[in-house]
């Protein structure tokens, strides 16, 4: 049984294409879909934080998965290089975002 070659692979960005800092990601999961919602903290007191969403992308779970394993793959790779990244106790408690 033979392997068909792979494709060559062009990206291209879409004339609204655009970057964006996020420091907050809120997940929605249902049968169908997975909703990463991103936002920025923005702290307006030391008892009050503000997260402003500005993009919401929806991912079939296949795609999150491979999203899931591509992230795993770079952030050991980030941690060999520059060393193991710490979180804030409780970051990932259900019902928490990941900031």
Same mark, same amino acid.
């Given at each position: 049984m033979?392997?068909?070659?792979?494709? %060559?692979? @062009? =990206?291209? !960005? +879409?004339? /609204?294409? @655009? /970057?964006g800092?996020? !420091?907050?990601?809120?997940? @929605?999961?249902?049968?169908? /879909?997975?909703?990463?919602?991103?936002? @920025?903290?923005?702290p307006?007191?030391?008892?009050?934080?503000?997260?402003? %969403?500005?993009?919401?992308?929806? =991912?079939?779970?296949?795609? +999150? #998965? +491979?999203?899931?394993? &591509?992230?795993?793959? %770079?952030?050991?790779?980030?941690? #060999?290089?520059?060393?193991? &990244? #710490? =979180?804030?106790?409780? +970051?990932?408690?259900?019902?928490?975002? &990941? %900031?």
């Open positions: 033979s392997m068909s070659p792979q494709p %060559n692979i @062009r =990206l291209l !960005n +879409a004339p /609204d294409y @655009r /970057d800092y996020a !420091n907050s990601v809120q997940v @929605r999961v249902s049968v169908w /879909d997975f909703f990463l919602i991103f936002g @920025r903290l923005q307006q007191s030391p008892e009050q934080v503000e997260v402003h %969403n500005f993009q919401g992308i929806y =991912l079939s779970p296949q795609q +999150a #998965k +491979a999203l899931m394993t &591509i992230l795993e793959q %770079n952030v050991a790779q980030y941690e #060999k290089t520059f060393g193991e &990244i #710490k =979180l804030e106790p409780g +970051a990932l408690h259900p019902g928490t975002q &990941i %900031n």
